[in-house]
């Protein structure tokens, strides 16, 4: 199975009960266009729905964990909630050393290791149980983490282009042309611009952050925030 597959397919779902892991070995870049059904797995404390073809829907258990291994990172078409970001753990592997030599035969001498590898399992299981089943996030994977969500979040590094935004108590601007200063930063950094709805819905429930206050009435009669201005080019004619 594939993550990407997990979201998209109602069927997809039922091959996973009674599985402890799900291994994507070649994570789909595409972003998901949706994340309910991973988010629902992942903290699944109650049963979910299952679907077979052909079947009647059933109530069932899923405890599946998703090991997923490629290039990059799993993003989200339209999630960029905290939900999202904080049910997954990034971890980096080493750089290739331009000197190793490929081993063919690793896969057998993997097998014959598998004592010792179910020794590593146990130990592990041992250390999560007791730690309440919180696993240990190293400092690497939470840096991986807050780079994956600046990386996939161009708004907020909108917000800290001072060519194209500044922050001051005194100020103010519309809505209209803060949209068209986000805009142009994105022409600018080879980015692609979210919709209007969504760059406001992000302007209000990010208020409090950066200073702003909604108002209806920027400059008499225009909906936009104070504490706010753009670049005199952005608010021309």
């Known amino acids: 199975e594939s993550i990407l597959r997990i979201e998209t397919n109602r069927f997809a779902s039922a091959n996973l009960e009674y599985k402890l892991v799900m291994v994507d070995d070649d994570l789909n870049?595409?972003?998901?266009?949706?994340?309910?059904?991973?988010?629902?797995?992942?903290?699944?404390?109650?049963?979910?729905?299952?679907?077979?073809?052909?079947?009647?829907?059933?109530?069932?258990?899923?405890?599946?964990?998703?090991?997923?291994?490629?290039?990059?990172?799993?993003?989200?078409?339209?999630?960029?909630?905290?939900g999202f970001w904080r049910r997954q753990i990034l971890i980096t592997v080493k750089d290739r050393d331009p000197a190793r030599v490929d081993n063919p035969f690793l896969i057998e001498e993997l097998s014959e290791e598998r004592p010792g590898i179910l020794l590593w399992m146990l130990e592990g299981l041992h250390r999560l149980l007791a730690n309440r089943y919180q696993f240990t996030i190293s400092e690497r994977s939470i840096q991986n983490l807050e780079a994956a969500m600046a990386d996939s979040d161009n708004l907020t590094q909108f917000m800290q282009a001072?060519?194209?935004?500044?922050?001051?108590?005194?100020?103010?601007?519309?809505?209209?042309?803060?949209?068209?200063?986000?805009?142009?930063?994105?022409?600018?950094?080879?980015?692609?611009?979210?919709?209007q709805k969504k760059f406001s819905q992000f302007l209000l429930k990010n208020a409090g952050k950066y200073g702003l206050t909604f108002s209806k009435h920027i400059e008499g009669k225009y909906r936009g925030f104070r504490g706010v201005c753009v670049h005199p080019a952005f608010a021309a004619a």
């Open 162 to 195: 001072t060519a194209y935004v500044r922050f001051k108590p005194d100020t103010e601007e519309r809505s209209t042309y803060l949209y068209r200063a986000y805009t142009k930063w994105c022409e600018d950094n080879l980015e692609s611009p979210v919709p």
């Open 29 to 82: 870049m595409v972003a998901l266009p949706e994340t309910r059904n991973i988010k629902s797995i992942v903290t699944a404390e109650d049963r979910l729905c299952i679907e077979r073809k052909n079947k009647q829907a059933v109530q069932g258990l899923l405890y599946v964990r998703f090991i997923c291994f490629g290039n990059g990172n799993l993003v989200a078409a339209h999630d960029d909630s905290d």
